[in-house]
């Protein structure tokens, strides 16, 4: 299994500078059957425009099966938003024994 810890630093750069951004924290996944590919943050006004261009990539992955999006949650800080999407990926690799198939690592 790959790297499941995330090792993000309060003191980074990103959270310093984005400290009160709002973030939404999305999970895109595959609609029939159900199948997670990958969570993300976007920090845009327009929180969907970053997963929509990402959508192509799920279809193309699952043959053209549709995929989606759905956002779970909004935080404000860059490093809140990274420990909740590293949250839902160790909760994914817990149960599933593996990464989220669009995941390039498991943060």
Not at 23 to 40: I, L, Q
Not at 48 to 59: H, W
Not at 62 to 91: D, I, N, P, T
Request: proline fraction near 4%; include cysteine.
């Amino acid at each position: 299994m790959r790297r499941v810890l995330a090792r993000y630093s309060i003191f980074a750069r990103s959270a310093v500078r984005f400290y009160f951004t709002l973030y939404h924290v999305y999970e895109m996944f595959r609609v029939s059957p159900y199948r997670v590919w990958k969570y993300g943050i976007a920090r845009q006004l327009v929180w969907f425009a970053r997963p929509l261009s990402q959508k192509s990539a799920c279809e193309r992955r699952y043959q053209g099966s549709k995929c989606w999006f759905v956002s779970l949650l909004s935080v404000h800080g860059w490093y809140q938003a990274r420990f909740a999407e590293a949250a839902l990926m160790l909760a994914y690799a817990l149960r599933h024994g593996r990464c989220p198939d669009g995941a390039p690592s498991c943060i």
